[in-house]
């Protein structure tokens, strides 16, 4: 299984990134994925995720109106669109996948990639 992230960058607040994540080596329609971030001296924390079927996303409340995951599954790669950022989504930005439903529960994800670094000034 291999996740590979990319589209992490600088910019000023109130800019806007997209972040992609491309997976392999799995059945991919079969896995929920997620996007989670890790700031210097914080814990990782659940960002945005989409279920299997991409028919329901979730977003953390730090983030709700400005980001949209988002999945192609004829490409396996999922994405999140970030807008209107702020310095405090400056982090260390994850794709991650976990075989099954997400339904809310941000745990049990088993499969990561490598992370991609998103700065906002």
Known sequence: VQL?????GSVQAGGSLR???AASGYTYS???????????????????????????TYYADSVKGRFTISRDNAENTIY?????????????YYCAAR????RGNWKGFNYWGQGTQVTVS
């Open 19 to 21: 972040l992609s994540c």
């Open 80 to 92: 999140l669109q970030m807008n209107n950022l702020k310095p405090e989504d400056t982090a260390v």
């Open 30 to 56: 079969s896995y929920c994925m997620g996007w989670f971030r890790q700031a210097p001296g914080k814990e990782r924390e659940g960002v945005a995720a989409i279920e299997t079927g991409a028919r329901s």
């Open 4 to 8: 590979v992230e990319s589209g992490g």
């Open 99 to 102: 075989r099954g439903y997400f």
